[in-house]
Every structure is written in structure tokens, then in C-alpha cells.
């Protein structure tokens, strides 16, 4: 069967590291830590993209307790060429390090790759983290910030954040129950600025699969959020869903929605980036399940897997969308 | 315990694709196929590998006689930006797609990972990959080919290969034993064109750590095999695996000084690049093991997480070895 069913991990810490227009968003008061100091006292982009994962291990290690030693195995990646800002965060750590690539899907494949590790029994904790930049992403992926280039409204702002979470086999009030990895889709996209409209594709199918294997329906979970469709995704989506009979049931929301404020934050269509869902995850949906708000979450982080040479290249832009489900105890 | 033990994981099949100057060195013979087209019939070097990756999963489930769609799921990755040349073959997949970044210790990260999927009993099947592309490489990370650069002594030549493998939890004659994910070591070196010397401490460090760890001994396994440290690498390894007093007992070798020849082909301090160990794997390693001249062989995946920005931004080389058993039943 394609859907995980975990019987023994659970989420004992989350932490969070944002940067400025996050922390004057919706979600604010949630953060671990907003640096105002985009460089986050470094002297390039990519190394204060390294500097923020680097300071969210440490405010969840600090949170649980534990020493860097004790820490069994890292998981998770970001969206710079080569994984860079978490590989040389990893590098100043003593842990293992598993780099993963997933694209902004990357926070819910380190977490269902990391459970598995701990549902084996082999270890007994993991870090899976995610993370993007708003500065260092521009550079990669379009332009220099210097150029002030003008963004269309379907484009989304890439979050500057980290999430981080401690997966444990111990009990703990939050629990790993369920994971089902993407599968790539490509809906004939090729404007990189429109990356929402081409990974609702991918969050659909993982959503029909989903529900379809799991046996369960949308009327089981509180909250079925999507990582970064962005308003302009998120209405695809939502359509693509109606076209094929399946009702959300109220529950659809989107974490690219989610952290900034549409009315007085200039985002155009919404968040987006490894850190868009790691961030609201670490945040608003965890609070919401330790107040006991809400009891289940499915979270379907979506992914577009382009390069900026695959756009020069006139390639479609391939999205995928990995599903897990976290629960209360 | 770090050290992870699969009891239920088998490699039953093993394909690789390569380049004409692999098709010319000492394992010429054992390759899936050869392809003298650099672009594999396309019209961009990315789009070349993601060729190269396609045919290779093709050969495999030809030879495994499995359709496309009764692979559970595929793991992998490349040494591209946002991993794209696996990405995109993915694409033309109807399997989930889990993408990885461990640069050219790829292929013992996908073959840890997924065996760690296949021991879970969640899925009976895995297929797990790994590429690289001369020609997209020096594109990416050093200079476009028509600049015809010089290359120093200690660099090594990026293999042009894939290398994919069928993990499945029904019995074969090859094992999947163990596995050890790696700690990022960095050893000063700023140099991207001796990423051998870079690479040989966390090559080291991983093998004491799994024989401190395993209770094994050198002398339990038959190959001993870096990934692509290539001669300079190589010999450091050597020499400070003697420094901490353990001795391989004449076993030790490289991947990357394995799959060319140095006596008639120009390929400097070696062979180098995600497809490296796992071309040698699937072909020199797959067949001692099948004609039962070896029983155990250790390969440990060895990469540079660098990026050609790190490099500019003059930081060290972070490096990782991934370690992963394979036994003949």
C-alpha cells in the first residue's frame, strides 16, 4: 500500500526563525525568532540563509533539551543550488545528515523520510527542517534584488524562514500518523512566475490518491493545507477538486495564504518556498493542536522541481506534492 | 545505534547507462548500454542527462520485467541545480518520486533511504538512482566546455553515467545489509578542483565509525570502496586511516580510480561525480558479487556539498560519506 501509517513517531519540538515581513504578518507572535537583519549578521545571502537553519536547530535543541550529540540524525534541504544553506548549517553540527531535495515540498519529505528512519526502531530522534530565503532565492531563481525587478501578480514572495521539527519515538503530544509520498506532475506550465497554478496539479493527485488509499475522508481532518499554492493555486486547485467530485468540506486552506497578510502586506498571490510550510507548521498549525483546537492535520507540501536553466530551456515546470498527516494524541 | 541493520532488503537487478569515455575504460564491457552522443539525442546537456536517467530506469525494469507502474517508488538525485536531471526523468514516471541530495554520495544515500522504505514493509519495491554528466557538470560548476580550460593534477573528470538499482523486500541474491549516514566534515580545503582531499576526511570518518560501531572488522568484508576520492583523495584516506591505527587489510579501493584507465585515458586524479560509484556498483561490484568471487563489499559514498557559490564566497568544502553493505546471499 502506498500510504505510511507511522505507529511510533511523534513531533516532540518545532521552532521557528523568520525573517522581517514574516514577523510583521498574521503569524507574528508565533515565531521562535524574527531577525529584522536580513544578512542575519552575515556577509552574503547564502550564508544568512545558513545562519537562520543554524539558529532554528539550535532554539529546538534548547526547547527539548537535548545536546547537539544526542541529536541521531538531520534531516532536510532548502532551495539553493546544491542544498548549501542547510548543508553548511549541518556542517557545524556533529549529527548525521541525510540532504533532501523536494523543492518546497521539502519540509513534509524530511519529515516522512525522517519517520521512517525513527519507525524502524534505528534511531530514536531526528531533525527534519526546511528553509528558504526571500534574498538568496531572487538571486537564484530570477534576479538580483539591485534590479528591482516588477513581479506579476500571480507570482508569490519567497518566505524568509526555517522550521524545524524533533521527531521522536517517545510519546509526545503530536504524532507522525500517516505519509504518502508525490508523485511528479507537469500541467504544461512554463512562467516561473506562476508556480502556484502549475503545483495544483501535483497537490490534487496527492490529495485524490490520498484519500482514495487511506480510506478515510476529508470529514476525518480539521485541517487539509496545502504548502505554498498561493491564492492563484489554491482557487486551481480548489476547481480541480469540484472537477473530480472531492469536497474539502470547508477544510482547504493553503500555508502560502496563511503567513502574510493579503490586505496590508504587498505579496501578490502569497507565500512560497521550503520555509512557507515548515513555518506556518511550526507555528499556527502546532499551536492549534497543542490548545486542542484541532485534532488532525494533513498537510500536502507542494513542490515545483524547475531550475532557472529548465526555464531558459523552455522545459515545463515539473511540481510534486508530498502528504503527511499529524495528529493530536 | 547508528549503525542500521536491514534484514528484508534486496538488490535484484542493477542497470547502468554511460558515455563513450566510461564505454572506453576497464569496465567497458559491463555497462547496459554506451551511448557516443554526448547529448543522448537532445539538444541541451541537462536535457541529456535527464535522457541518460530515463534509459537507465528503462534497462532496469526490462530487466526486472516490471512495468512502470508497479514501481512503488523512485529516490535519487544528480549533482544539477534543484536536482533537475532526475527530476525530470521522474517526470515521465507514474511512480512517487522522494529526490536527494547527497552530491556524489548520492547513490548510498538512495540506496540507505530506500531500503529504509522497503524495510518498513510499506512498500515491496524501490528503485534507487544516481547521475552525473561530464558535460553538465563543468557547465555547472566550473566553466562552459568551450572555454576549453586547463585542469590541475588533483581534479577529477565528472563520470557520464547512471547507475539505478531495484531494491525489494522478496528474496535475491544480493543484500542490502547495512547502512551508516554520514557526518559533513570539512578540512579547510577551499579548492573545488581537489574535492578528492576534501572528501577523504568524511570517507575516514565514516569507516571508523562504522567498524567502532559494528564490531566488524576490515577483514569481514572482501571491497572496501570510496566513492570517487580518486588518487590524491585516495591516498590521503590511506594515510590517515593508518594515523588512527586501522588497518583495511589490502581491500581498500575507489570507485573513482577504478571505472578509467590512467595509463591511456587523460582523466588526471580519477573519476568523479554521483554516477561514479554508482556505475562501478552496478557493474565491477554487481558482477563479483553475482559470479561469487566477493561475499561483502562496503561502498562508501563520498561527496563535496559545495556549490559554485560557496566557492566564490571562498568557504570550505563541506563534505559527507554515506556507507552502505551489500552481501551476496
Known sequence: MAVITFKNVYLSHASSVVGKLEGEGPLGQMYDLIEKDAYFGKETWEQAESEMVRRTVNLLLSKAGLAEREVELMLGGDLLNQCTATGFAAMTLPSPYLGLYGACSTAAEALMTGGMFVESGFYTNAVAIASSHFCSSERQFRFPLEYGNQRPPVSQVTVTGTGAFLLRNAPAEIQLTKALPGRIREAGITDANNMGAAMANAAVDTILRFFNESGESPSDYDIISTGDLGREGFE??????????????????????????????????????CGCSACVLATLFWNKLIKREVKKILLIGTGALLSPKTVLQKQPIPSIAHLVAIERV
Chains 1, 2 share one sequence.
Open 236 to 273: 486551481l486547485a480548489n476547481e480541480l477538486l469540484s472537477k473530480c467530485g472531492l469536497d474539502l468540506c470547508g477544510k482547504f486552506t493553503d500555508c502560502g495564504m496563511l503567513i502574510y497578510d493579503y490586505n496590508t502586506q504587498d505579496v501578490n498571490s502569497g507565500g512560497s518556498g
